[in-house]
């Protein structure tokens, strides 16, 4: 890594890219198609649409389970009249399936007690069960986004993001002797490495496009630029360690060293990062209106599709157990004071106003999905894949079974809408062995599947 | 007869003949000679399981195994070693009073205390045989990881909010299983300690104008008007403020686009403030933003800390009775600022890093003199002294990236980067058993201040002294300013009073409730936990202090009878119920939900945090306690928690639980007192003990809890000083550091010196008394 030209980055995109290995493609709509179909020629292509255009996976976590009562259509089969919690979709029913009977059985105690919500947001994408533990070896599962951006890696800049309008923690012990980790992150990067989401827009935004201000921009180049030698001493200082610790500790080292490495792929990367769709303004930070929170944060997901700077995301509205008010609605009370409703009336109609407050803005983004246009040619929506759920279907009673479960998006022709399906009691994990196969990935199994949801 | 007693009868056949004579006994349980005590208090393993059969097996004997728990099969006294966390839980339950059920036998207390007395004495005899195993290797948390960029890189760069915060294991943001390194996390923390190491090695930066939109200029009462931001009164917390991150120093200009909504007989007067100085007072006669008046005012910056811009409407006019259609309102609407440079010379250039470790600027300084301030720099970032492969590898970095760049300043960047990368940095390795300082000085350094040692730590561990001058290091380092991260990490936690920013209680049901108010409840304690460590007062005083840390308005919403004038005075609380922490606003906000008070939640708190008994968390999938009616009188809601105390499933806790919280009841969910007397009734508690008013509360907690709050003091500083959660095996050196603290007037420092003492890395466990 030597030029006498200071700071300028490596021209190690053009390189690989003559190797056959496709990365970065700032605005994809500037190139012509057939580039992407070219680029991953030698095995079968993860992330791309029959047409060969690029296909996204996203999911959504809705805290706190939902009033079943305003949620779940009363028939299946082809849907005329929508619940009222879901009559935001109403313009885009025909892009949204309703899918009711899949479970969580991971997310139930099994012995180990209280920690409900803890275990909601610890299954949801893992389908495994959480172990019960206060911070000392914890331990769940890779998460389906994970199992499916692994398989991206170096194709596009980011191989998934994760974000979370949950930033702040409380202190304690989270929920029920269950560590903070569970309930804060949805996707695991392996059984013992959560991916903590990002969540602030601005902060997001950065990490997709650099930072807005062209003399900050780059001076991160710069930084990005000397990032490969300064990367290359510290694997032998984690050598050095390793010979020294305890096999708990090398666990650890091995989780630096993996993050050393993905940091390593995004040098490439970064020097190529594109300028953002012109329609789109840098955030300036939290907004303190939460719809218009929900909304930077969606919008963030919408650009890195639109971008093709990740082809997976994740997205926390909140954790489960998030106790947020939302005086934008007048509801004054905390959403998780308020799901021990116990039947009381006002309790209820005001976590209606809440499940509906989030569809609405899920339906925002939907709409935004639907009015971008792709490479392809056809809508953004067309070709994603999109999960929204949560993992407890009646905050009163916290179960895990036929869980709230939307599935959104073209699926790149393959997913048809506009109906409500019983899955009839099965795995939530049939659904994502589904889906990760939709997406290319060829697995038999995830979490505690028992098969495939083929009618997804 | 006892409907129980056949059962028992059966077992006893088994039993030894020395048994069986004692057995009759059990009928006349209150003579004590029944089973009878060794020296230490101890019952013989015979007698104890005669108690268990009585009191344990009917849940717990073989044919039912109520949570999996089965004490019939422990036949043999080593079967309380061989089973060492069931026997621990089987300990507390007791301690407790969860175990026996209340409404299952009449449990004497004495009989009680003599079976944990036995549990525990096996447990401990156990415990000194085995070394608690833990990791040793840490993750710089968020806060660690910032703190130590400044002391390092002396740097004064706030980087905190910049990093991704961490989750909490055993009650701490500094678990070292719960601190992950993930690609996201890890990036994150190159780019925060690349910024704070280009500010320590700079280059010349071009001068450039940043823009700054008024909403982003918002006080604490004013409005936003488009893109522009109105200052509404002439008081300070309605100024427009903005903290500007520059980045580099020198000199600066901001130009401010100011208008007036003018009223009255003069136009809006302004001052702009910078860093606490004033830098102009302007007339603005400009009524539209379009515009403007433009002020403009140069600055100076020489640190990298922001630039808090204030700026102030100086004559503030509002009457109410003006005629119709007159203007009656005179604000201040500040639409924008433009901030233009840094204009920089050669002294911006040299920082007190370069000026520490080369002793000269970069481009100037020969390769040994390089050489020798990376190696001063990398043994300071790894806490101990940088190996001459280290060196090497860092030297590596240094000529590649000078034969790229050509320049030194850029060589030496990648150097810092490299070196805050590395896994000698980003982690803490202070290994138990290790008889190098270093490890100590360390380990000292991150409990107490939250961030790397400083110099004379340094040298005490290069000339091995530290551990010889222990007691007065401690000292030292507790008086020392940054000492206030145990406060602000430690305390906050432990004491929960962190949360304090995320409650939100409603302003409708709590009319005297503002932010200001909660931002003096969180300073009060702060103040408090402040002032315990700095003039080293006895640890009881989290019980039962009768004074508190208030300014006028936090004084006057407690009714006392001193109102500081002037910002936060040390306060008494004589002639209130208040005393110690618990009773504290903070507190009382933090455990009750946004529109009521929680006595369940203060009596877990008290319980949980102050005295270590907290009853087991509640089973799945019940739901909470709610008001009954809209409007409930105080008997309603006791009503509906005594549905608590008389379903037997949830009674075993609730009869812990809230009593405690009950005696609470006495604040309301801001903290407020009730003046009511509907909201006191004479409680309980789990022992017997009757109490009516929070301050026969403090009473209690000290003269019967001291031992409880002591060790669950001491358990809480060692899990947040050793990164992880404890077991029994620990136990000694929890009880070692009770004794120490008892004998030392339970000052602060004594309680920490013991901790340090049984937990620190190297340190041998003093010979126990």
């Known amino acids: 890594m030597s030029t006498d030209q200071p700071s300028t980055p490596l021209p190690r995109r053009a390189f690989l890219r003559n190797l056959g290995v496709s990365i970065a493609l700032p605005m994809l709509s500037s190139m012509p198609s057939r580039l992407l179909a070219e680029a991953t020629p030698l095995v079968k292509p993860v992330g791309v649409t029959p047409d060969g255009t690029p296909l996204r996976m996203a999911f959504v976590y809705h805290p706190n389970g939902v009033i079943p009562s305003t949620w779940y259509p009363e028939t299946t089969g082809k849907l005329d009249v929508l619940p009222p919690t879901l009559e935001p979709l109403k313009e885009l029913t025909n892009s949204v399936r309703v899918i009711s009977g899949l479970n969580h059985e991971k997310a139930e105690a099994n012995g180990d007690g209280a920690g409900d919500h803890a275990r909601a947001n610890a299954t949801f994408l893992t389908g495994m069960q959480a172990k019960k533990t206060g911070g000392q070896d914890i331990r769940i599962g890779t998460s389906i986004d994970q199992i499916v951006a692994r398989e991206l890696d170096g194709i596009t800049p980011l191989s998934s993001m994760e974000l979370s309008c949950s930033g702040q923690r409380t202190t304690g012990s989270c929920d029920s002797g269950y560590s903070c980790a569970y309930q804060y992150n949805l996707s695991w990067r392996n059984p013992n490495t959560p991916n903590p989401p990002e969540s602030n827009p601005r902060a997001a935004f950065e990490r997709l496009f650099g930072d807005s201000d062209p003399n900050e921009k780059r001076r991160i180049l710069e930084r990005w630029a000397r990032r490969q030698s300064v990367l290359d001493g510290v694997r032998d200082d984690a050598r050095t360690l390793y010979r020294q610790v305890s096999a708990e500790d090398r666990d650890k080292l091995a989780a630096y060293l993996d993050a050393v490495r993905a940091v390593e792929q995004r040098v490439e990367a970064v020097s190529a990062t594109p300028d953002p769709p012109e329609h789109v303004e840098a955030p300036r930070g939290i907004p303190g209106a939460y719809s218009e929170y929900l909304d930077v944060m969606y919008e963030m997901m919408a650009i890195a599709f639109e971008t093709d700077m990740t082809r997976v995301t994740t997205f926390m509205l909140a954790h489960d157990g998030s106790n947020r008010t939302f005086p934008e609605i007048d509801v004054r009370s905390g959403h998780h004071q308020l799901s021990h409703h116990k039947n009381e009336a006002d309790k209820i109609e005001q976590l209606k106003k809440i499940d509906r407050f989030y569809v609405d803005a899920y339906a925002r983004f939907l709409k935004r999905m639907r009015d971008t246009k792709d490479v392809s040619g056809k809508s953004l929506l067309d070709s994603s894949i999109i999960v929204y759920g949560g993992g407890i279907r009646d905050g009163n009673k916290h179960d895990h079974g036929d869980l709230p479960v939307l599935l959104s998006g073209g699926g790149g022709g393959t997913i048809q809408g506009g109906d409500h399906f019983d899955a009839q009691g099965v795995p939530m994990c049939n659904l994502y062995v589904e889906l990760a196969q939709r997406m290319g990935v060829n697995i038999d199994s995830f979490g505690d599947s028992s098969g495939r949801l083929g009618q997804a | ?769």
């Open chain 2, 1 to 769: 007869m006892h409907p129980f007693l056949p059962k028992i009868w059966t077992w006893l056949a088994s039993m030894s003949a020395a048994a069986l004579a004692l057995a009759p006994a059990e009928t006349t349980a209150a003579q004590d000679d029944a089973f009878p005590l060794d020296e230490h208090g101890h019952l013989n393993w015979s007698d104890f399981r005669v108690l268990m059969a009585e009191n344990c097996f009917d849940c717990h004997g073989g044919f039912l195994k109520e949570g999996g728990v089965d004490l019939f099969a422990m036949r043999e006294e080593s079967s309380i070693v061989e089973n060492p966390e069931l026997w621990e839980s089987v300990s507390k339950a007791l301690r407790i009073h969860y175990m026996p059920p209340a409404d299952h036998r009449n449990f004497p207390t004495h009989r009680r205390e003599a079976m944990v007395r036995t549990v525990d004495a096996e447990l401990l005899a156990a415990a000194e045989q085995e070394q608690a195993d833990h990791a040793s290797l840490r993750r710089l948390n968020r806060n660690e990881f910032a703190n130590t960029l400044r002391d390092l890189l002396l740097v004064d760069y706030a980087v905190e909010d910049e990093l991704p915060p961490d989750d909490s294991g055993y009650g701490f943001d500094n678990n070292a299983d719960v601190l992950p390194v993930s690609p996201l996390l890890l990036e994150k923390y190159l780019n925060v300690a690349a910024d704070v190491g280009e500010r320590a090695v700079p280059l010349p930066i071009e001068p450039r104008q940043v823009d700054v939109y008024g909403i982003e200029m918002a006080g604490y009462n004013g409005t936003n008007r488009n893109n522009a931001y109105v200052v509404y009164s002439d008081e300070q917390r309605s100024s427009a403020r903005y903290a500007f991150k520059h980045v580099g120093q020198g000199d600066y200009e901001a130009r401010i686009f100011l208008a007036g909504q003018q009223a009255g007989d003069e136009p809006c007067r302004a001052r702009v403030v910078i860093n606490g100085k004033s830098m102009g007072d302007f007339v603005v006669e400009a009524e539209d933003i379009e515009d403007p008046l433009v002020a403009t005012v140069r600055f100076t910056v020489r640190n990298d800390r922001p630039a808090y811009f204030r700026i102030d409407l100086l004559n503030d006019y509002y009457n109410k009775d003006a005629p119709e259609g007159e203007p009656n309102d005179r604000n201040l609407i500040v639409g924008g600022m433009e901030i233009e440079g840094p204009f920089q010379t050669e002294e911006n250039l040299y920082t007190p890093f370069l000026k520490r470790h080369f002793g000269q600027i970069p481009n100037e300084a020969p390769e040994d003199v390089l050489r020798d301030g990376i190696w001063r720099f990398a043994s300071r970032a790894y806490r101990r002294p940088a190996a001459a492969e280290e060196i090497s590898s860092l030297w590596a970095v240094y000529t590649e990236e000078n034969k790229r760049t050509n320049n030194p300043r850029r060589a030496l960047r990648a150097v810092v980067d490299s070196a805050l990368s590395s896994p000698n940095f980003i982690f803490r390795w202070e290994p138990k058993h290790s008889r190098d300082e270093f490890a100590l000085a360390s380990w000292l350094s991150y409990f107490i201040w939250g961030s790397m040692p400083d110099d004379q730590l340094f040298d005490l561990a290069k000339d091995g002294n530290l551990r010889a001058n222990l007691e007065s290091e401690i000292k030292r380092m507790l008086s020392d300013p940054r000492a206030k991260a145990l406060t602000n990490h430690f305390a906050a936690q432990w004491l929960q009073f962190r949360d304090l920013d995320q409650s939100h209680p409603d302003r409708k049901k709590y009319p005297q409730f503002s932010y200001g108010l909660r931002h003096s409840m969180k300073q009060e304690t702060q103040r408090f936990f402040e002032d315990l460590i700095k003039k080293d007062r006895s640890i009881m005083r989290v019980l039962d202090a009768d004074y508190t840390f208030a300014n006028k308005q936090l004084a006057e919403f407690y009714g006392l009878s001193e109102a500081p004038e002037k910002g936060f005075q040390k306060v008494s609380l004589e002639g209130t119920h208040r005393r110690g922490v618990w009773s504290q606003g903070s507190v009382l906000i933090v455990t009750s939900h946004v529109d009521r008070s929680s006595p369940v939640l203060r009596g877990k708190y008290i319980l949980e945090n102050l005295i270590g008994m907290e009853p087991p968390p509640p089973p799945a999938n019940i739901p909470s306690l709610s008001t009954a009616a809209e409007q409930p009188t105080p008997k309603d809601f006791r009503d509906s928690l005594a549905i608590h105390r008389d379903n037997p499933d949830c009674a075993s806790c609730h009869k812990i639980l809230d009593p405690l919280g009950l005696v609470l009841e006495s604040y309301d969910g801001i903290g407020a007192w009730r003046s009511s007397d509907d909201h006191r009734t004479r409680e309980v508690l789990f022992d017997g003990t009757e109490i009516e008013l929070p301050s026969q509360l403090a009473e209690y907690l000290v003269n019967e809890r001291q031992d409880e709050f002591l060790e669950t003091f001491a358990e809480k500083l060692a899990i947040y000083a050793s990164g992880r959660g404890l077991d029994w095996r620990d136990q000694p050196a929890i009880n070692q550091i009770v004794t120490d603290t008892e004998e030392n007037d339970f000052r602060f420092s004594a309680i920490m010196t013991a901790v340090i003492e049984q937990f620190g890395p190297g340190m041998e466990p003093p010979p126990a008394r």
